[in-house]
């Protein structure tokens, strides 16, 4: 087994109480590493340390096109060690070899370069208008936040790692990510492999792994700490957020999801019903943003639930190293309980499922049937249901029925959440009417799960606060300040007379 330690003042150490996680390969259950346990005095270590390398360091005095050129390094190292790296976020995480190698860690190559580009495109300070009365010149400086903490989920743990870290160094905050108890092996090796190769100061970047409910609170609570981006459910989001409160620090929350996939009856059932399945099932459903509740017209719906089944059983699961298998593990045996749980819900709820429901049959050797779900579909399902309300985390689709557009978008904004969404047709105009009236931070027209670097990602209502990714990604790690310069060199014979307390003044 490998060495992992935390990344801590530009040093890679053990925890300071010695303690240690086991993390497992969720495929077969066989222990991968033994992973320094931080706890709160590391987590005030590390924060102390960001403090002083922001507070005192060169790295926030770097110009944007310095910093940019230490951001593409660190994409070039990524992509360099990608093999390795796809290799341990597939072991660790139970994503399939094929999602790693093809999007995990190309995605994280992607953000650094962009978060690059940003660097350098960005301005550091914008002419404001020109101010006749009073008679001055004004101009607004974007700054650096400071110290910046980052929790992490597990479900993309190494791309998450990316969006957390790129942004928050590329505008010339320091950055300290926490990543997922379950899923912590990337993170650490990615702060190896920065560390080794000397590309930052001590301090501009620290990782820890450890509990949330003593790392990750000191992360969000520490005064010294000046913002706080978290991913991860609804529930801890509420927290974080609390925490955060008591020094009215900034927060990005990236929260939980119940996506609705709208599919109306001018739609190509063949294209729509892969939108569908991959909305809903692509990383076994594990994704904030999944599409797990299809909303189809009535006119079309008995045709294209029996094309869904049909599909369905052709997807293909098993061992996540082996390039050709589409859905391997979830991340742990309890994500598993957690869908067959809400199955046995959903059965009393609306009946049986057409397809799956159960744990699967058949998997090759060797492999821990007790973390695989097979994938299920629920079909007439009301949209008041709780498998239809709740987010599931596993490869569970609700089928829902509508009679008209509007009724579909009633259906779709009937949420808590507001994160992603769907509309499948070949009308894109009707479409896009439709899009507009969902209540939701991303909308795919005839496809799904697109996201990239460059485009704003986040929710509305419970799915989240702020956005992630593109020019909004990176404008929510800088602090605005408006410098105002009186033009009278003397300021005594200006606007200042109408302003003063006396006129002695």
């Not at 501009?204 to 949330?212: C, E």
């Not at 459910?233 to 929260?255: C, D």
């Not at 896009?432 to 795919?444: D, K, L, Q, S, Y």
Request: net charge negative; charged share 20%; hydrophobic share 40%.
């Amino acid at each position: 087994m490998a060495d992992y330690q935390l990344l801590i003042n530009g040093e890679l150490c053990d925890a300071a109480s010695g303690e240690t996680l086991e993390t497992y390969n969720p495929a077969n259950n066989e222990k991968l590493a033994d992973l320094p346990k931080a706890g709160k005095q590391d987590a005030v270590r590390a924060i102390e340390a960001g403090r002083k390398a922001f507070d005192e360091g060169p790295w926030p005095a770097l110009s944007g096109p310095e910093r940019a050129e230490k951001l593409r390094a660190i994409g070039a190292l990524i992509n360099d060690n990608q093999a390795e790296l796809a290799e341990l976020e597939a072991l660790d995480s139970g994503g399939t070899i094929r999602k790693a190698s093809l999007a995990d860690v190309p995605g994280a190559v992607q953000a650094f370069e962009w978060f690059a580009k940003m660097a350098e495109e960005q301005p550091a300070k914008v002419d404001l208008p020109v101010a006749v009365f009073p008679e001055s010149t004004n101009y607004a400086l974007y700054e650096p936040l400071g110290v910046c903490t980052g929790i992490i989920p597990w479900n993309f743990p190494f791309l998450m790692a990316a969006w957390k870290i790129a942004p928050a160094l590329a505008a010339g905050n320091v950055s300290i990510i926490k990543p997922a108890s379950y899923t912590s092996i990337t993170a650490l090796k990615l702060a190896q492999l920065i560390t080794e190769a000397d590309l930052l100061p001590p301090g501009v970047l620290q990782v820890l792994s450890g509990p949330g409910g003593s790392v990750g609170e000191e992360l969000a609570s520490n005064p010294l700490v000046d913002k706080v981006a978290f991913t991860g459910s609804t529930e801890v989001g509420r927290r974080i957020m609390q925490l955060a409160s008591g020094t009215v620090k900034p927060v990005t929350l990236e929260l939980g999801g119940k996506s609705a996939n709208i599919v109306l009856d001018d739609a190509d059932l063949d294209q729509a019903s892969a939108a569908v399945l991959w909305g809903t099932f692509f990383h076994g459903g594990q994704v904030c943003e999944s599409g797990t509740r299809a909303l189809v017209d009535k006119k079309i719906y008995d045709e294209f639930v029996g094309v869904l089944a049909d599909k369905s059983g052709k997807i293909l699961l098993g061992d996540p190293m082996d390039f050709m298998t589409d859905i391997g593990p979830l991340v742990h045996r309890s994500q598993a309980e957690t869908a067959e749980r809400y199955c046995a819900l959903g059965r009393d709820e609306v009946g049986e499922p057409i397809c799956g429901g159960a744990k699967p049959e058949g998997l090759p050797e060797g492999l821990d049937v007790n973390a695989y779900f097979q994938p299920t579909i629920f079909t007439d399902v009301p949209n008041s249901a709780k498998i239809a309300q709740e987010e599931i985390f596993g490869p569970v689709l609700c089928v829902i029925p509508f009679e008209s557009d509007d009724e579909a978008v009633a259906i779709a904004n009937d949420s808590i959440y507001g994160l992603a969404g769907g509309v499948q047709s070949s009308n894109l105009e009707r479409a896009e009417g439709i899009a507009a009236r969902m209540r939701t931070g991303t909308v795919w027209i005839n496809d799904y799960h697109m996201i990239s670097p460059d485009r704003p990602f986040g929710g509305y209502k419970q799915s989240g606060v702020g956005r992630e990714l593109g020019t909004y990604g990176y404008d929510i790690y800088r602090q605005v300040k408006h410098v105002h310069v009186n033009a009278e060199s003397s300021g005594r014979d200006n606007h200042l007379q109408y302003t003063a307390l006396s006129s002695n003044i």
